[in-house]
């Protein structure tokens, strides 16, 4: 359930509810007093409880000031590109800033030279918790390897970023991007029960990326990435208990991670059709550890309602008779000119299970595979609105985890 609260202070809420068994003598050794506990009888007459009930990511203070910042910014870049546009339709351009592309999927297509965009986005990760029968697999293996064997889950993640992209040419440009990280409720699980750890927030490391187009014709366009992620994030942060929280929960990873990649395009008439590969080498980064290499693999199909992809998502007019798609989503709203994008991605990532204090983890790291569905607004060739929902449909995860629910991304972009 999502729930915002504007009358007492702004208020953003997560919470689900999921029906687990509960052993008469689990709560002692889950470190949940009974009171917290909502207790029934399921159909097999097991003594259950909800968990993850009550789980409210009450964003308070940075979170709550985040989302204020969202929804004013909204506002206020509307009434900017409103009030540039002077009330009538002159239609600019975007000329290939690349603004206009897939959401999550990098496309090989570039900005013009000389153009900057800065864009702003949030990201919702919805994680699950452990269930009572993977905690007790976890508990039973702890106690036979020496106390190696551990797991931790969180409720999820809220992860904000501010980005920079200039085009240095017509085939190469660059961009910075700066994550705040904000990770919910997190747990481990040892030999002696589940330890609530609670948040991890601060700020994550900075990457620095570049992407060179070296072939452009017949619509069809290709492009090496390649970048660093740098160890500027915060690596100290510390749990309820003052104890640190591990590498893997850290906002930053405190190493030098090179990235490499490819990216190909194809436009037609009113489709785009995008597809990228990236590859990031993790090294020796804080508290000894190796956080664990990471894949991703994209490809996106994109369909433009009211502009047309002949040029590189070069706006124009269409003309001739309106389509149904084409009235669901106008082409003008009080004198404003908007143009749409209906996406469809699927996501594919994969991380390798990471080193901590000098042993593999084997209950990290997996591949998870998103069916991502977006819509984009551009409003007056000047901002650009993107919304996605990625609904996990694989999930082969390493050892014993909780695996992810849904994930939710928001993000706006200006051409400056």
Known sequence: MFFLDVSGGLRFEYSFKRALPLKADEVLWKNIAPAELELF??????????????????????????????LLSFLFSFALAVKAHGGACGCSSFHGTGLAGPIITIPAYNMAKGTTAISFSVNFLDRGRLDASQTARIIAGHSHDGGAHHADDNYGSLMQTLAVSHGLTDRLSLSAVIPFVESFAFREVTGDGIANQGNSIGFGDMTLMGKYKFYDKYKFQSALIAGMKFPTGATNVQADNNERFEATNQPGSGSFDPLLGLALSKQ??????????????????????????????????????????????????????????????????????????????????????????GAVNANHGGTIVYLSPGLRMVLNDTLVYNLSIGFPVVQALNGIQGGNDLQLSFSMAMSL
């Not at 399921?42 to 989302?67: M, R, T, W």
């Not at 785009?272 to 894949?295: C, E, H, M, P, W």
């Not at 149904?324 to 404003?336: A, R, S, V, Y």
Request: hydrophobic share 35%; charged share 15%.
């Open 41 to 70: 009888h399921n159909s097999d007459q097991e003594l259950c409880y909800y968990g993850g009930s009550s789980s409210p990511l009450q964003a308070e203070g940075y979170s709550a000031s985040v989302i204020k910042i969202i």
């Open 268 to 357: 037609f008439e009113k489709f785009g059709l995008d597809s990228n590969f990236l590859y990031k080498f993790s090294t020796r980064g804080a508290q000894d550890s190796v956080i664990g290499d990471v894949a991703s693999y994209n490809v996106a199909v994109s369909y433009a309602v009211n502009h047309g992809h002949e040029d590189e998502f070069h706006h124009h007019h269409l003309e001739g008779t309106k389509g149904l798609l084409e009235t669901i989503f106008p082409q003008h709203i009080l004198g404003q000119h908007l143009a749409w994008d209906l996406i469809m991605e699927i996501n594919t990532l994969w991380q390798e299970a990471p080193i901590l204090n």
